[in-house]
């Protein structure tokens, strides 16, 4: 099975950027479903930002026109750009994805079966 290496994340100002980025073993997840996701303290877990092999993506509301997900193919890895962060952007990040469906942009965690380790992302105002 695929596995996920997650790099990037820290802390920053609001108003600044993060990038995040997510490795995959092997060449194959390029075909899955990816997405990035994020849980708060006390809070469930909730969908950032998917993309399909098509190239397809699509936004929480909460971050539309503030966060890109992409991906680069010379390190095969699923990359979550950061712009005009906000403290409410405060949680830990994963990176996940599917074999399945694969054309299917759902931001639910039920739908993806493979997890990167998560990263912290701290915002301050």
């Known amino acids: 099975q695929v596995q996920l290496v997650q790099s990037g994340g820290g802390s920053v100002q609001a108003g600044g950027s993060l990038r995040l980025s997510c490795a995959g073993s092997e060449y194959k997840w390029r075909n899955y479903r990816r997405a990035w996701f994020r849980q708060a303290p006390g809070k469930e877990r909730e969908g950032v930002a998917v993309?399909?092999?098509?190239?397809?993506?699509e936004y929480a509301d909460s971050v539309k026109g503030r966060f890109t997900i992409s991906q680069d193919n010379a390190k095969n890895t699923l990359d979550l750009q950061m712009n005009n962060v906000k403290p409410e952007d405060t949680a830990i990040y994963y990176c996940?994805?599917?074999?399945?469906?694969?054309?299917?942009?759902?931001?639910?965690?039920?739908?993806?079966?493979?997890w990167g380790q998560g990263t912290q992302v701290t915002i301050s105002s």
């Open positions: 996940a994805a599917s074999a399945s469906t694969w054309w299917w942009l759902s931001l639910s965690p039920t739908d993806y079966d493979i």
């Open positions: 993309l399909n092999r098509s190239g397809n993506t």
